[in-house]
């Protein structure tokens, strides 16, 4: 039987405008985007989520988000489950692109309340009991904002963090943490250190095409493995999905170094694609077939 997924944490709309630059503005020395196409997609907790399902997991995404807004589509696209604090507006990153090249990036952030938060965290302790493995997804927005005591809740449950900012006290007793390069440097100490510290199985440091690094307790350096290679065009979403992917191949008992083998694809593959995307089970097991015949698909 499937081991039941429970991703919680912040979602966003992120909006991928493609333009043209035909002129320059008159009032100012700054060229003009004319708009072709906008696309909107589920960015956050939401993509984690959705790459989950499309990856074979049986997720229940539980969010925060508006009423009536784009994300209601786009989370009907493909999760099965979804849980939500209604919220008076959420959080939009909108990138402009022109000939496939980011040129600017403009974010909206909307950051949940205290007592928005202790929704969520009520919504949690209720579906809590329903999962066997939890997924954090922390964008700084405020779903996650008594992540720690949500972990409380979690005694002999698998359970992955993907952080942000310097407080990673809030993520003591996780069994992994997954953060890229420069959220480990910024603390300033190993990553080895930091999990004995909080009491982490491992944490593990990604560092794109360098590759990723598993830090384990008691080692004093980690083991750096080689990122999978791609034609890489743009690093928007990457890390959603190698938490994904992971996330999928730990639920079925991989070790952990299977399962982040199974992320550095996917984290791969979604830098092939412009914009938010959604990587398949097809897609890596392909991957599989041709470059790691050794590891057995999804």
Same mark, same amino acid.
Request: net charge negative.
């Given at each position: 039987m499937r081991k039941k997924i429970l991703v919680v944490g912040d979602s966003m709309e992120d909006v991928r405008l493609d333009c043209e630059v035909s002129r320059l503005c008159p009032e100012a020395p700054l060229p003009i985007y004319d708009i072709d196409q906008r696309i909107h997609y589920a960015g956050g907790a939401a993509n984690v989520a959705l790459n989950i399902a499309a990856m074979g997991g049986e997720v229940t995404l539980l969010t925060a988000k508006a009423e009536r807004t784009e994300l209601d589509t786009l989370y009907a696209s493909g999760i099965g489950s979804v849980v939500t604090k209604v919220t008076t507006a959420n959080t939009v990153k909108t990138r402009v692109f022109t000939a496939g090249v980011m040129r600017a990036r403009m974010d909206d952030d909307y950051i949940l309340d205290e007592d928005e938060s202790e929704?969520?965290?009520? /919504?949690?302790?209720? *579906?809590? @009991?329903?999962?066997?493995?939890?997924?954090? %997804?922390?964008?700084?927005?405020?779903?996650?904002?008594?992540?720690?005591? $949500?972990?409380?809740? !979690?005694?002999?449950?698998?359970?992955?963090?993907?952080?942000?900012?310097?407080?990673?006290?809030?993520?003591?007793?996780?069994?992994?943490?997954?953060?890229? #390069?420069?959220? !480990?440097?910024?603390? &300033? *100490? %190993?990553?080895?250190?930091?999990? @004995?510290?909080?009491?982490?199985?491992?944490?593990?440091?990604?560092?794109?095409?360098? =590759?990723?690094?598993?830090?384990?307790?008691?080692?004093?350096?980690? @083991?750096?493995?080689? #990122?999978? @290679?791609?034609?890489?065009?743009?690093?928007?979403?990457? =890390?959603?999905?190698?938490?994904? #992917? $992971?996330?999928? =191949? /730990?639920?079925?008992?991989?070790?952990? &170094?299977?399962? !982040?083998? /199974?992320? %550095?694809?996917a984290g791969a593959l979604a830098t092939t694609h412009v914009g938010t995307a959604v990587i398949t089970s097809t897609e890596i097991n392909e991957c599989l077939k041709e470059h790691y015949p050794s590891i057995a698909p999804l």
């Amino acid at each position: 039987m499937r081991k039941k997924i429970l991703v919680v944490g912040d979602s966003m709309e992120d909006v991928r405008l493609d333009c043209e630059v035909s002129r320059l503005c008159p009032e100012a020395p700054l060229p003009i985007y004319d708009i072709d196409q906008r696309i909107h997609y589920a960015g956050g907790a939401a993509n984690v989520a959705l790459n989950i399902a499309a990856m074979g997991g049986e997720v229940t995404l539980l969010t925060a988000k508006a009423e009536r807004t784009e994300l209601d589509t786009l989370y009907a696209s493909g999760i099965g489950s979804v849980v939500t604090k209604v919220t008076t507006a959420n959080t939009v990153k909108t990138r402009v692109f022109t000939a496939g090249v980011m040129r600017a990036r403009m974010d909206d952030d909307y950051i949940l309340d205290e007592d928005e938060s202790e929704d969520m965290l009520a /919504l949690f302790i209720d *579906q809590i @009991k329903h999962a066997d493995v939890v997924v954090f %997804s922390d964008y700084g927005k405020g779903a996650l904002r008594h992540v720690a005591n $949500m972990l409380d809740y !979690c005694t002999g449950k698998l359970t992955l963090v993907d952080p942000k900012g310097d407080n990673w006290a809030r993520y003591e007793n996780a069994t992994y943490i997954k953060a890229n #390069a420069a959220e !480990c440097a910024a603390l &300033q *100490q %190993s990553p080895a250190e930091l999990a @004995k510290w909080l009491n982490n199985r491992a944490i593990v440091r990604t560092a794109g095409a360098a =590759g990723y690094e598993i830090n384990y307790v008691g080692d004093e350096f980690g @083991k750096l493995y080689p #990122a999978h @290679k791609v034609a890489a065009v743009d690093p928007t979403g990457a =890390g959603d999905s190698y938490l994904a #992917a $992971m996330t999928v =191949g /730990l639920a079925a008992g991989r070790t952990l &170094q299977a399962a !982040c083998r /199974l992320g %550095s694809i996917a984290g791969a593959l979604a830098t092939t694609h412009v914009g938010t995307a959604v990587i398949t089970s097809t897609e890596i097991n392909e991957c599989l077939k041709e470059h790691y015949p050794s590891i057995a698909p999804l």
